[in-house]
């Protein structure tokens, strides 16, 4: 993490279009990221909150590529690294996904 002075960051903002532009985008996708992560806590279901967070990551072709371990995305939704691993073999067992080690397509549409 890096820390600007306040005064060199607004002036940057003021006399820098591009800057501003790439600020206002960043700004953006972190209050898109931070919404859906309050949509996801509100789910009480570990089902639910997983396929939603399948949805919210993917790609085309409903394909979401694994940014990392398992376990680190088991704490970003607020489940224990167990109870996200039951949930994947169920949800794959029940057809609504295809896993690889590092992605996870959804075969079913969120709400089939």
Known sequence: MRIYPKT???GALRTDPDSAMSFLKLVAHQIIELRQRLELMKVR???ERVMLYLDFHAGPGGTVSLPGPLQDIASELGLTREA?????????????IERTKTRIRLKKPLGA
């Open 8 to 10: 060199a960051v607004l």
């Open 84 to 96: 996200l691993y039951r949930t994947l073999a169920s949800l794959e067992q029940n057809g609504a």
């Open 45 to 47: 279901s570990a089902k």
